[in-house]
């Protein structure tokens, strides 16, 4: 009999939003007329319908995609180089950041780029994970062998977790032992935290003492309103030799059922061969993209690239102000209710201290029970998530004006 990837069997059984979904679903079974008003705050995912600039091109490509003389058969693995161009530009080069268009690769969405680019790296790196965290970090580390089993707090052997507490603003700061991957993201998910100039300095300094290499997840930086605050780590000198940068198209464009996104692999960075030699990593993610993908559909590489247009920014700055509107209502209203709440000011996740001593599920439990509103127990994002809930402001204003006004009621 053939034999499976033994790693898939470390993973923890009872993954948070299937979990999320049977207590609403017993709920909801139990309480037919409050199962009416239940309103999901749960889940990160945008709830407004993607930007006419987008739908535009969308359509102008698949019908070009009907005409013999501008039909596309595969394109370059890599992505359209227009679109890679425009990334380049737009994203890096109007920012001061020198980034080329073979640095970019662009994909169907970040969370698989976060799985795929450990493809390229070594089974014996030390790996550093923020605790809490975006699960797919942790769990790719786990199927692809890098870690031990979850002991009994949940936590990989084998993986070094930084905690992310409101003592160190929910960012860490670089671990006193050596590390060789370090996983980051800015703004964060679950926390709604960002790092400063200075944090992210002090980390590309760490991971260039080191060796290290920062996989930098920038899913969220749309969101970002305070000037000051990095949108890329290659707003920090020296980043381009330490560190890969993950964006997407989810949470900006509303691209999460579209999918696309992008990695940026500096061909100034390198890794250590096991023969000692060192070498850039780009040649390896080339060789990756080139073997075993071939990007992405035309025409939702075509939508991405209209987010770019003059009329894409204003209508993705329209969507973002939305959510951030949302964000802001949920903060307050939180606030006013007497929590302490984090986050919800450059991203659009809140943060919230459990009140009263209860665990996270317990006070998803009693949002559920007496506000019929649906949160994601902090606890679900890491051991260090416990005694907190987040907030998503992913939603329609109807909606985050009723759960403020809910919110009064705790
Ligand atoms: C939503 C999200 C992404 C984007 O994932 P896609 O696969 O591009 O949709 C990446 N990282 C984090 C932390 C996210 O919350």
Redesign the pocket.
Known sequence: MAYLNDNYLKLQAGYLFPEIARRVREFCDANPDAAKRVIRCGI?DVTEPLPSAVIAAMHRAVDELSVRETFRGYGHEQGLESLRATIAQQDYRDRGIEIAPDEIFVS???????GYILDVLGDRNRIAITDPV?P?YVDTNVMAGHTGGAGESGRYEGITYLPCRPANHFVPEPPNEPVDIIYL?FP??PTGAVASREQLGRWVEYARKHGAIILF?A??EAYISDPAIPHSIYEIPGAQECAVE?R????NGG??GV???FTVMPKALLARASDGRRLPLHSLWHRRWSTKANSVGYPVQRGAEAVYSAEGKSQVRHLIDHYMGNASILRQAAQRAGLCVYGGVNAPYIWVETPAGLTSWQMFDRMLRELNVVVTPGSGFGACGEGFFRISAFNSRENAEEVGRRLGNL
């Open positions: 990160g169907e969405g970040s969370k698989s780029d976060c975006y797919a993201c964060n998910n997840d899913a969220y993950f997407s198209f989810s949470k691209f999460t999918r696309c996104g």
